[in-house]
């Protein structure tokens, strides 16, 4: 059975939305765009009538690449202030047997029953492990023998206030929102491999207004920080000292400078509009130094963030969002913080850059929760599904 996903994600620069089909293990694009947002900073709503028109445009023009309406997604949301909290829960198992996907979930279920959220929302649930008539330390218990199931779970919740203004924003536009996730989920489980799951780790998305810092154990975030930098800072610096339109400075930024300045050609002209009646050429080595010096600034804030948020042994970094397309990132990563770090890569066709890893890993984090369960969910029907293979 193939499964068909939409993801979204509310970003300060653009509103990215990704429609999948699952074939088999492999995900196939159909449709995709970055649209450009207002409304919205951090990923926080903070205008909601400008946010949903922003969200209505990305919509239009998904729905006119796909050859049919998006009307469900998967929505992330901002791990800025959230809370994990551990719980736990005990059932027995239904038929006193094999332990289904419906046993999974109600013992999930049963972990939440009495936790209270005070001023803070749900947003998911992630079980650490399940324990079978005392046998612990069980991964996936589905299809195994038992009469007892229990499990530790770690409880992800948010403030109410900026949850709610997302979904108000969401339901505005038309969307039903079948699940929400962490943006930090999304980044990890877009850019993680196997071996991540069994240590110590971080991801740092360098986003447009800020710098988001998670923390990961065993592939289960625990600690999350924010670093008050993003790749806007680079514009506003590039701006200062070459006197261009903000507009401009992120042009060049983009489509000209490297990320190590020892890496740009100085030869290399870019002919800068300062005003309507004003020209100079830049090249690309200042450019580039500029651009260097910022982006050292935020890699070595979100390295002194990790060690605020944890003394456990960092086994691997993992670094996306939108700025770490520049060239030459990877070597200005190592010089940082070494071989340990790494730059994001998404090897799926139609979406390789890393400005989508949220968006495309809140679609796998919600496969992932849905195989726990033994359960199938897709989010057109059969004749919206005819329409989209028929474009």
Same mark, same amino acid.
């Given at each position: 059975?193939?499964?068909?996903?939409?993801?979204?994600?509310?970003?300060?620069?653009?509103?990215?939305?990704?429609?999948?089909?699952?074939?088999?293990?492999?995900y196939n694009v159909l449709a995709k765009t970055s649209y450009p947002s207002k409304g919205i900073e951090r990923g926080f709503v903070t205008d909601i009538k400008s946010a949903t028109n922003s969200v209505k445009g990305a919509i239009a023009e998904v729905n006119e690449i796909l050859g049919s309406k998006i009307n469900k997604v998967i929505a992330s949301v901002p791990p800025?202030?959230?809370?994990?909290?551990?719980?736990?829960?005990?059932?027995?198992?239904?038929?006193?047997?094999?332990?289904?996907?419906?046993?999974?979930?109600?013992?999930?279920?049963? $972990?939440?029953?009495?936790?209270?959220?005070?001023?803070?929302?749900?947003?998911?649930?992630?079980?650490?492990?399940?324990?079978?008539?005392?046998?612990?330390?069980?991964?996936?218990?589905?299809g195994l023998k038992g009469s007892t199931l229990e499990t530790r779970v770690v409880v992800c919740s948010t403030p109410k206030e900026s949850l709610y203004r997302i979904l108000s924003v969401l339901k505005l536009s038309g969307l039903e929102v079948?699940?929400?996730?962490?943006?930090?989920?999304?980044?990890?489980? $877009?850019?993680?491999?196997?071996?991540?799951?069994?240590?110590?780790? $971080?991801?740092?998305?360098?986003g447009e207004n800020s710098t988001n810092v998670s923390v990961f154990n065993r592939g289960i975030q625990i600690k999350n920080g924010v670093v008050a930098l993003g790749s806007k800072s680079v514009d506003k610096d590039l701006t200062y000292v070459f006197k261009s339109k903000l507009s401009l400075s992120r042009?060049?930024?983009?489509?000209? $400078?490297?990320?190590?300045?020892?890496?740009?050609?100085?030869?290399?002209?870019?002919?800068?509009?300062v005003d309507k009646d004003n020209k100079k050429d830049v090249n690309q080595l200042g450019v580039s130094k500029v651009v260097e010096a910022r982006v050292r600034?935020?890699?070595?804030?979100?390295?002194?963030?990790?060690?605020?948020?944890?003394?456990?042994?960092?086994?691997?970094?993992?670094?996306?969002?939108?700025?770490?397309?520049?060239?030459?990132?990877?070597?200005?990563?190592?010089?940082e913080f070494g071989f340990v770090a790494k730059v994001g890569?998404?090897?799926?066709?139609?979406?390789?850059?890393?400005?989508?890893?949220?968006?495309?890993?809140?679609?796998?984090?919600?496969?992932?929760?849905?195989?726990?369960?033994?359960?199938?969910?897709?989010?057109f029907t059969s004749d919206e599904i005819d329409e989209i293979r028929s474009v």
């Open positions: 059975m193939n499964d068909f996903y939409t993801g979204i994600d509310l970003g300060t620069d653009s509103i990215k939305i990704i429609v999948c089909e699952k074939l088999g293990e492999k800025e202030d959230c809370k994990f909290d551990i719980v736990s829960g005990k059932v027995e198992v239904e038929d006193y047997s094999f332990i289904s996907g419906k046993d999974i979930s109600n013992v999930l279920l049963a $972990a939440l029953k009495d936790h209270d959220f005070g001023d803070y929302e749900l947003v998911t649930s992630m079980p650490i492990s399940f324990t079978i008539d005392g046998e612990e330390n069980v991964k996936d218990p589905k079948v699940d929400i996730c962490y943006s930090s989920f999304g980044d990890y489980y $877009a850019l993680s491999g196997k071996k991540d799951d069994s240590l110590v780790g $971080a991801v740092i998305n360098i042009e060049i930024k983009e489509k000209f $400078a490297v990320a190590l300045s020892s890496y740009a050609d100085g030869n290399d002209k870019w002919d800068l509009e600034e935020i890699l070595k804030l979100a390295k002194n963030e990790i060690k605020n948020l944890t003394n456990r042994e960092i086994r691997y970094i993992i670094i996306t969002g939108g700025l770490t397309e520049l060239a030459g990132f990877q070597y200005l990563v190592e010089q890569n998404i090897t799926t066709i139609g979406i390789r850059n890393n400005k989508y890893s949220s968006c495309f890993g809140i679609i796998k984090y919600f496969n992932n929760k849905l195989n726990l369960r033994d359960k199938h969910y897709n989010m």
